[in-house]
């Protein structure tokens, strides 16, 4: 018999390498989503544990505290794993699973080999795979860098020493020998994550022109690109590990400001093992249904992974968890974590007296918030006005408290980093003045007579948060809204944007078609759902338009505007900004 395992057919849908902190280790793990009946079968699942427990104990790992998540659209097979055999542990995770459902008595009818290897063969297969994946000059590398207190940034091709413009990047396949690395001359920079389900980009804009306002070169990865220095270098979606892995890379940057995604986390984990300050802007009922997330708690677990990056060794100062202190779905996860204890907490809130803040700052915590129309910020207990809420452009006059969230939050994680608070107040006061500094989150243009108002808005409560901004600037004229959705919302998600849609009462809705987003469904199929929503929501169906793809919508709904209407533009495509940086004549 071949001491090779026998190759899966059916028994699982994916295989993932997390590569850092995750929703469930402070560390690198490995993920299985089994198929079948046996994908519940208690047994099943008790016999994966103890193949991973007994083949990692063989191959001298830790302990890999293998986990078993139930959630509604099945299981998440999980455990920890060293970070030199990542593959290999994949491979373990498979065959683990392969083992343990061979008893279940539906296997034959799931197609799976029951001619697995014998255990001993097996064991002895993964430590030669295990001593293949293994690189010597990595191993020499990454201890030389523990050594010199420095961190490594590892992927498939590269890796880098330091950080900004004290890190060194070689290609993995032609590492150098410590004695070669110019150790002098690497160091590390400030490192902040922003995550959240809303405000996340302009939380991290915000932070990074703080950081070049107080001398730095902030390198910012969002899902909007890449900036260095104020420059953009690259537009996408950066948010994940491979963004942070960019500007931690780029010789220019000495302060990183990452945007980290929820979707990065779940994928691949974390790409950094340590930062500064961890900023979570707040949770809310998004991407439901998606790699086991059933719930706005577990969107708040997955967002707090970032805490992970905040522990320090025994005898170091630990790093800051920026909480928002009025999320309650977000509080009640984050004082469960024990991850999140070894951080020192500071807390925002649109007002500076709510109960947790005022708890907090009794514990001599920092905070800040809104009080009587200023934002004030708690810093060692000392109070700092940071100015008129009226006068802080992003705040809108007050028509958009959510954003006076996003500010606290952003001075919060620069006086955590000791940043000058002259160059903090200053930014504020004239951060979003210039669409140009917040592109595509809360722009407000005039067209024609018409006032428009441009956001992400990719989530009900994004879009409620949204709508109410329309309806405190609203003027004489009618209410024109722009509505679409990607198609990896279920049906009660796109049901629930309608609704605060229809809520809002807007004179004219155009529905528009994601084409880059279907994600699994089909043509016309969001718009549908989208449409029966308003209807059901009791908005008239001559209120409702077919508009096309988000570019042509966004156009037409222009082209339908009167002097005094107010236009709700959530966009969400690089076509879709392009068709309106042409009708407003936009640089």
Known sequence: MSAEPAEPRHAFDESRRLIGANRWYAGPAVTLVPLGPAAADGAAQGRWIAQVVATSAALGWPQPDPRVHLHAQGVILAFAAPAEALFTATEVNEWAWERAVAAHPGHAAEGFDLAQPATDDARDHFRARAEAERSRPLQRLAEAADAHDLPLLIDDDSVSV??????????RAALPLPLDVPWAALGTCPK??????NGKTTTTRLIAAIARAAGFVPGLCSTEGLVVGGERIETGDWSGPAGARAVLRHPQVTAAVLETARGGILRRGLAVTQADVAVVTNVSADHLGEHGIDSVEDIAFV?????????????????????NGQCDPLLRVAVHLPHSAHATWALFGREHDAPL????RRHRGSTCG?????LVLTLDGVEHDLGAIADLPLALGGAAPYNVENLAAAALAAAALRWPLDEVREVLHRFGADPADNPGRL???DFRGATVLVDYAHNPDGLAQLLGVARALRPEGRLLLLLGQAGNRDDEALAELARVAAVARPDLVVIKELSAMWRGRQRGEVPARLRAGLLAAGLPEARLADGGDEADAAAWLLAESRPGDLLVLPLHTAAGHAALRDRLVLP
Do not use: F, Q
């Not at 330091?162 to 290609?171: A, D, H, N, Q």
């Not at 809104?370 to 200023?374: C, F, L, P």
């Open 192 to 197: 902040v994550l922003v995550t959240g389900s």
């Open 357 to 360: 803040l005022v708890a907090l």
């Open 162 to 171: 330091g950080e900004g413009r004290g890190s060194r990047v070689y290609p």
């Open 303 to 323: 967002k707090l992974a970032v805490a992970h990056a905040l522990s320090r060794p025994a005898g170091r100062t630990p790093g800051t968890l920026v909480l």
């Open 443 to 445: 722009e407000r243009h």
């Open 370 to 374: 809104g009080r009587d129309g200023r």
